[in-house]
Structures are given as structure tokens and as C-alpha cells.
DNA sequence: GTCTATAATCCGATAGAC
DNA sequence: GTCTATCGGATTATAGAC
């Protein structure tokens, strides 16, 4: 039954969130189930079927958190949420947002199954999608939008790598604050002046008098 | 003997680059040697120890890779050296990298050790060094160096890791111009706007005729 | 210092009874 | 569909003879 196949995946996820890569084996999985071992080869090929799926879940999940913002009024606003959510998932699932960046050899896997590779495309695409919309609309310069995509992406997850591997020294707090910095540092060098100037005199507004006015003011694109 | 431990770490370093993490088991690493298991704990006290030497190892290589470039001339090409030098080692010794790079959790250690803690202080250092030079000398914008540092390796890590990951869909070759590409786009928007506007005319004369003026055009600082 | 032998675990996967 | 029992293998690490 599908049921048993759930049931098995969330024991699995539980198992991996608490215990790890390696953690995971078909025996214990089977003592979290409540049945034995053999009994889980009925659901799964074996304990790469298993793994797989576990990375499904942990893209559709990251899916789910890039998404989550994708409501806000302005292509900005809509990038900027898409990156906190990176963030959110990165720091909240660490142990999936491992899974999800690790190859096939450290999976034990030959090669990632064509869907997962699929759900990695999408990922990819939502976040170009992203970049296309700020470029339209003359917040980012002119420029190769996937190229311009990829620039943030390796920044993104090279930020969250060396903070999960303990480069950083720091704790999350303080990481989010290099985050930020560090991502405004790179959106900055990427954006048209004119707008980076609008920008600037807004911050300064907002900064004088204490107002809502920022949030109307870039459908009325800059450039677009 | 030392002898003995540099002839087990050479032969560690065999296994592991060739058979990858999982490969690297004591049984297998006795026999590489000439000798039996037991034989191994004489010279280290386990499995954690050799990989902690395995780690201290890439380190070594990997600032040789940095200083390489050394004794360019100006700060923006020992910048751009210590850049390449970070792309050669990650591509000639992708292993080493990702055995650089891989949390304690995933190293099988409780902690690292101080000792490597601090070569990767000091590879972070000398990152931060490259840049506080070309922020001296005016080629890059004023602003926090260690800040800009953190930047520019988080990209560099991050490409890396994406192309090792095999999610660039591409081959070494396209990787380098990808990761040329995205390196230039991120520091040309780190620059110093007179400084890239030099740039630009330096590029403009350098395709109109065909002479070697951009050696000595940067010691006398635009800025600094 | 090196060996043989072995302890003590763990693993994935399967055969066959029920 | 689930069980017991087991195969066949791996691993780290140690005890004790030489």
C-alpha cells in the first residue's frame, strides 16, 4: 500500500534528520517502522530507492520555501523572498539541504534518477525566472540573465556551505547578518544605477521620516 | 619511524583520491602499505587520525595552489592569480577539495582539529589579504575587506561546488569560461567606477593595437 | 614492530515458512 | 505481507605470540 510506503519515507526522514547519512540503515529504519527489515523490500528496491525518495522530499519541501513569497507585489520583492527562503530552508533543514547538494557518489548512488534531476531544473529555472522578472523591469542591468542567475546561486549556496561547515564563526544570527550583507554587496554591483540611486534616496526617506511609501514604487518600472 | 607514517599518508592519499571517502578503510590501506591492519595503529591511533592527516595534506596543497601567483606585479593580478590558482586546484584535485571542505559530521570527527582550524584561518587570511590590497590601491570600492572577502570566496566556493555537483550540465572547459564570466561580473560590480572605466579603455586600446601597456598602469593608485 | 587470530558489530539482501 | 533465520560481506579495533 501507499500508506506503508509513507509511513516508511517519514520514518526515513526521521531517521536521516536526526541520526544522519550513514544513520540510515535498512535495520533501523525497519525498528522505526515497527516491522522487520525484510519487510521494507517490499516498498523499496533497496536502500537507494530509499535515499532517493528522501531527496524527492527535500526538493519539494525547498520547493515549497523558494515559493512561499512568490505573492509579494513586485519582482524585487519576489526575488528577495525567494532568497529568504533559501535562507529559512538552508538553516532550518541543514541535514536536507545537504542531502539535496550531494552527488551521486557520496549517495551511493550511479547516477541521480532523471525526476530528481528534473525537480533540480526547476529549482534552477524558479530562480532564473526570478532574475529574468528584475532585469525586465530595469532593477538588474542588461546582461545574460541565466549567467547573472548562476552568480547569485553560487553565492547563495557558497555562503550557506562554508557557514554549515563551521568557516564562518559564527552563529546563525550572525550568519543571516553576513547574508544579507554579503547578498545586498552582490545584488548592489549587479543593479542599474539609477535604480541603485532610487534606492539610496528611499533608504534615506525612510530613514528621516518613519512611512510605508516603499512599497508602490517599482511597478512603475525604472527602466521597463 | 616517520618514514613509515609518510609512507602510510602517501598511500592514503592514493586510496582516497582514487577510490573516494568510503574507500579509505584500514584493511585496504594495510595492504596498499605492504603490512597487515594491526600493524597501522602503531603509526596512528585510527580511521579519524589518517583522515585528519588526509585534511592537513589538501590544506598544504591548496595554499601552494594559492601562492602560486605570488610574485605577480600588481595587486589586482596576484588577486587574479590567487583566483586561478583556487579554480587549478579545485579541477586538478577535485577529491582534495571536497575532503577540504567536508564538516567534521561528514568526516567521521567529533571536532576538527585546532591545527587544521588554523590553515583554514590562514587560507582565509590570505584571501583577505589579496583583497584589503586591491581595496588599498583603489581597484576596489572602499568598504569592509573581510566583508568582500567572504563574498568573493562564497562565489568561488559555491561554483565550484555546483559544477562538481554536476549541476552546471557542463564539461571542465565550460565550467572555466562560466566561472570567468561569473567572477568578472561580480567584481566589475565591486569595482571602483574609474577604475573600471580605465579598465574598459585599457581593453579598447589593447583590441585596437597590440602592445603590453597594462603591466605598470596600477601601482600609481587610482585611489590609494 | 609486526604478525596471526579473533572479537564484536554492523551492513544489505534473500529464502522460505506462515 | 510479514515473519524467522541466515548468507556473505564489510568494518574498526584489540590480544597475545614472535
Not at 500508506?3 to 533501523?28: H, N, V
Not at 542591468?141 to 554549515?164: F, N, R
Amino acid at each position: 500500500m501507499q500508506d506503508q510506503r509513507d509511513s516508511i519515507l517519514a520514518c526515513a526522514c526521521d531517521l536521516y534528520l536526526s541520526d544522519g547519512f550513514a544513520g540510515l540503515s535498512m535495520r533501523k529504519l525497519a525498528k522505526e517502522v515497527g516491522v522487520t527489515a525484510p519487510a521494507l523490500y517490499r516498498y523499496y528496491d533497496g536502500r537507494e530507492a530509499v535515499l532517493a525518495d528522501l531527496v524527492r522530499q527535500a526538493h519539494r519541501v525547498f520547493l515549497d520555501y523558494l515559493r512561499r513569497g512568490l505573492e509579494a507585489p513586485t519582482p524585487v520583492d519576489r526575488f528577495l523572498s525567494a532568497g529568504e527562503g533559501y535562507i529559512d530552508f538552508a538553516l532550518e533543514h541543514p541535514r536536507w539541504y545537504a542531502i539535496m547538494f550531494s552527488g551521486s557518489e557520496r549517495l551511493g548512488m550511479d547516477a541521480i534518477p532523471d525526476d530528481i534531476q528534473s525537480m533540480g531544473l526547476a529549482i534552477h529555472q524558479f530562480w532564473n525566472d526570478r532574475v529574468n522578472e528584475c532585469m525586465r523591469t530595469g532593477v538588474l542591468k542588461e546582461g545574460d540573465p541565466e549567467g547573472v542567475g548562476l552568480t547569485l546561486w553560487a553565492h547563495s549556496h557558497g555562503m550557506v556551505q562554508l557557514y554549515q561547515q563551521g568557516r564562518l564563526n559564527t552563529d546563525e544570527a550572525g550568519f543571516r547578518r553576513l547574508m544579507k550583507a554579503s547578498g545586498a554587496r552582490l545584488f548592489g554591483g549587479l543593479m542599474n544605477d539609477d535604480y541603485a540611486a532610487r534606492l539610496a534616496e528611499l533608504a534615506a526617506e525612510e530613514s528621516a521620516v518613519l512611512s510605508g511609501v516603499g512599497a508602490a514604487s517599482e511597478t512603475d518600472g525604472v527602466k521597463g
